[in-house]
């Protein structure tokens, strides 16, 4: 079986290895991934932390109530949204995403935490396109990735 038909585990496991080793886990409270390659990482690196996950999806998938984002695409507009419960006021959140392009979802995930005064306290990527200058959106956030190109 090759890595296109399912997810080797042992691949997998050294990518969520990589993303804790860029985390201070005393830091944080919660850990947010984004829809969806975000939930992947995301949930495994808040499971070998100890953390609590929390799921941002693409808008009208929650099934509760929920806090709204919208955010810029290079194609036109999107929203994510949040459980309104999710976060407590101060909990110091980690973001988690598979890949930071030009950082406008990453942005309005910021939001979201700040909306429901939570803090955050890091944003981490398993890829950056540098190129792309998504950091730049994220300047006032301490952004870390494990491959850069």
Same mark, same amino acid.
């Given at each position: 079986?090759?890595? $296109? ?11 969520? +290895? ?15 991934? #984004?829809?969806? $390659?975000?939930? #992947? ?15 941002? $999806?693409? %808008? ?6 929920? %806090? ?27 973001? *988690?995403?598979?890949?930071?392009? /030009?950082?406008?979802?990453? +942005?309005?995930? *910021? ?12 944003? #981490?990527?398993? #890829? ?6 998504? $950091?730049?959106?994220?300047?006032? /956030?301490?952004?870390?990735? *494990?491959?850069?190109?």
């Amino acid at each position: 079986m090759c890595i $296109r038909d399912s997810i080797n585990p042992k691949l997998l496991s050294m990518s969520v +290895e990589a993303l804790a080793s860029h985390v201070d886990s005393s830091s944080i409270d919660k850990i947010i991934g #984004i829809d969806a $390659r975000g939930f #992947i990482f995301g949930s495994l690196l808040a499971n070998l932390l100890g953390k609590g996950f929390i799921p941002v $999806r693409k %808008e009208g998938k929650l099934p509760w109530q929920t %806090e709204s984002q919208a955010y810029d695409l290079e194609y036109g507009k999107s929203v994510i949204e949040i459980h309104k419960d999710s976060i407590k006021p101060g909990e110091k959140i980690l973001i *988690v995403d598979d890949l930071l392009a /030009t950082g406008g979802t990453a +942005e309005a995930a *910021v939001k979201l935490v700040e909306k429901l005064s939570g803090t955050v306290d890091s944003l #981490i990527f398993f #890829i950056e396109l540098e190129f792309l200058k998504g $950091r730049e959106l994220l300047k006032n /956030t301490n952004v870390k990735s *494990v491959l850069k190109y």
